[in-house]
């Protein structure tokens, strides 16, 4: 558990998951809240009714709603957001969405001198500030914030860590300058600009940073006894307890009709890219990057257009299970089970998969229903993936997967390998760079995530 | 030998269950030889009202509901001198 407010996120998906399964969320769901901050209870914000009312929203994410429309919000009663939610068949179109009432208009970022400061006869800060901003003023050191540019050299000098540098945690996370204060103060997302990475969801404290779950879609396709097929990311390998083979059968001890893993459609995946680099390589191409990270495509598609045209045109794992189970079940839903926010939306765009969920969401979903993944049998996987298939889910496990499968088919085209392991604020740069041929490398797999998928905004160890 | 057992059910791995798995590694060398790590599933606390929040674990079988490293320490710490008392 790394924190709170992760504890808590869990806890109401959990508690969500039970009383649907007793049939009483409907009855219950407006109590919820209260039920959770009794009158008396500790509270995590200011008070019980503050916490209260994030409560609603999150539920509200959880049924999949925007939590953006503020007044009207406030007003309607959570069961008839629920009703709606399980009469409508459209998905939710963007995976995220910002709590206005969650989120705490985290000051500016900025420099602060503390009280460690001791006025020394040194001023190493003063000495170091490029621009003139700092002095001393009754033996403490003061800021001109009309000259301080925040480039934090003041920092590294002071001998007693007396001066910091508060930051804003969900747009010091972006990447892409996407989530910034609007005009009442608190976050709110440019979904121009917003690849799906998730990494303001993780780094908000508060976690006013909600996820439009499709979770009691899932529930309610379960309950009506549709025909549900589940499809694992290979990354499930190294979060759930007893390995894959026991929580196959967990999963399918909540009703799920098949299990497939997404290790199987990576096989695909590297077969087909493998080809796609020769084929685009004898044509005399200098580069070509992966695509199976949506987040990074997302990048690549809203801030480097120029790099688009050597994205390659492979289909994700995830799609290619999608299509093997499309020819297994016709008849089935595909719901995909993974680590990602990002693939909500590749998932939502993508005629193979009907339905997303995350790790996070199977965990409460089979804690809720009461099944123990430790006390469940081995699942009879027909046959499993390739090792190389599922390591897909660590950073340059894609690379890898392509080299072993252009062993000695390659003649005399070489892979040069280069990757980004995560995405930061510099990372648009690099890939112009790339993009105009500056960069050595013709084989380039960026990951959105730091270790690669395994280490996934909705995964449920950070390793 | 002291007995701690924690629970890798579904709902105590959730909850941070996950994470005191990894306190066998983390434990005072001294006190390896006297404790006995255990994995184990699910035993049903969670589904009861009563008996706290998870993660549970249990303490030469005293339950601990909402344990956290710390709490766990601050028991085996008495459960060690305790045995050491005996001796
Ligand atoms: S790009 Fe990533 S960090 Fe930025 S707003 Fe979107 S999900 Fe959040
Ligand atoms: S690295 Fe994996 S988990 Fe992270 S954004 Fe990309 S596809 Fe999603
Ligand atoms: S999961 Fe730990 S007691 Fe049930």
Same mark, same amino acid.
């Given at each position: ?130 621009? $003139? ?43 892409? $300058? ?29 976690s006013a940073i909600m996820e439009r779950s499709e979770l009691l879609r899932v529930l309610e396709a379960l309950k009506s006894g549709k025909k549900l097929v589940a499809l694992v990311a290979p990354s499930a390998q190294f979060q759930f307890p007893g390995g894959i083979g026991k929580l196959f059968s967990a ?111 199977? $965990? ?90 395994? $280490? ?8 | ?68 490293r710390e709490k766990i320490y601050l028991r085996l710490s008495e459960l060690v001198a305790a045995a050491g008392g005996e001796k």
């Amino acid at each position: 558990m790394s924190n709170g407010a992760e504890r808590l996120r869990r806890e109401l998906m959990i508690r969500v998951v039970r009383e649907f399964k007793k049939g009483t969320l409907a009855e219950n769901i407006d109590r919820m809240p209260v039920a959770i901050r009794p009158r008396h209870s500790e509270f995590s914000r200011c008070c019980v009714y503050h916490d209260r009312a994030v409560l609603k929203y999150r539920l509200m994410a959880l049924m999949g709603c925007d939590c953006r429309r503020e007044d009207e919000d406030e007003t309607k009663p959570l069961h008839e957001y629920l009703k709606e939610t399980m009469s409508d068949p459209v998905r939710p179109e963007r995976p995220l969405t910002v709590c206005a009432a969650g989120c705490d208009g985290c000051p500016e970022s900025r420099i602060n001198i503390t009280t460690n400061c001791r006025g020394c006869f040194a001023r190493p800060c003063v000495f170091s500030c490029p621009k $003139g901003a700092i002095h001393v003023e009754d033996q403490h050191a003061v800021v001109d914030y009309s000259k301080c540019i925040k480039c934090g050299k003041c920092l590294q000098v002071c001998p007693f860590n007396a001066i910091i540098k508060t930051k804003v945690p969900c747009e010091d996370a972006c990447p892409v $300058g996407a989530i910034r204060k609007n005009e009442f103060g608190v976050a709110d997302i440019d979904f121009d600009k917003c690849i799906y990475c998730g990494k303001c969801y993780s780094k908000c404290p508060f976690s006013a940073i909600m996820e439009r779950s499709e979770l009691l879609r899932v529930l309610e396709a379960l309950k009506s006894g549709k025909k549900l097929v589940a499809l694992v990311a290979p990354s499930a390998q190294f979060q759930f307890p007893g390995g894959i083979g026991k929580l196959f059968s967990a999963i399918a001890a909540v009703g799920f009709f098949d299990v497939i893993e997404v290790a199987l459609g990576a096989e695909l995946t590297t077969e087909n890219e493998a080809k796609e680099f020769i084929e685009r390589m004898k044509k005399g191409e200098k580069l070509m990057t992966t695509s199976c990270c949506t987040a990074y495509v997302e990048l690549v598609k809203r801030h480097v257009p120029q790099l688009l045209d050597r994205v390659s045109d492979t289909p994700s794992p995830m799609r290619y299970a999608g299509r093997l189970a499309r020819e297994k079940h016709p008849d089935a839903i595909n719901v995909f089970i993974g680590p990602c926010i990002a693939k909500r939306l590749e998932a939502a765009e993508s005629e193979e998969i009907d339905m997303a969920m995350t790790f996070e969401e199977l $965990g409460a979903l089979l804690a809720g229903w009461g099944v123990d993944i430790m006390s469940q049998p081995e699942w009879p996987i027909p046959r499993p993936a390739i090792v190389t298939a599922r390591n897909f889910a660590k950073s340059c496990g894609v690379t890898e997967a392509v080299l072993n499968e252009l062993l000695g088919e390659s003649g005399d085209i070489k892979l040069d390998g280069k990757f980004f392991n995560g995405i930061d604020a510099k990372s648009a740069k690099l890939l112009a760079l790339y993009a105009a041929g500056k960069l050595p490398g013709n084989f380039l797999e960026v990951m959105s995530c730091e270790g690669g998928c395994v $280490g996934g905004p909705c995964s449920l160890i950070k390793n | 030998m002291i007995d701690l057992e924690i629970c890798c059910g579904t709902t105590c791995y959730m909850l941070g269950g996950a994470a005191l798995l990894e306190l066998e590694k983390a434990l005072p060398e001294e006190w390896r030889q006297l404790v006995d790590v255990r994995a184990v599933p699910c035993t049903d606390a969670c589904a009861r009202e009563d008996l706290g929040r998870a993660p549970f674990v249990r303490l030469n079988g005293e339950l601990i509901a909402n344990a956290t490293r710390e709490k766990i320490y601050l028991r085996l710490s008495e459960l060690v001198a305790a045995a050491g008392g005996e001796k």
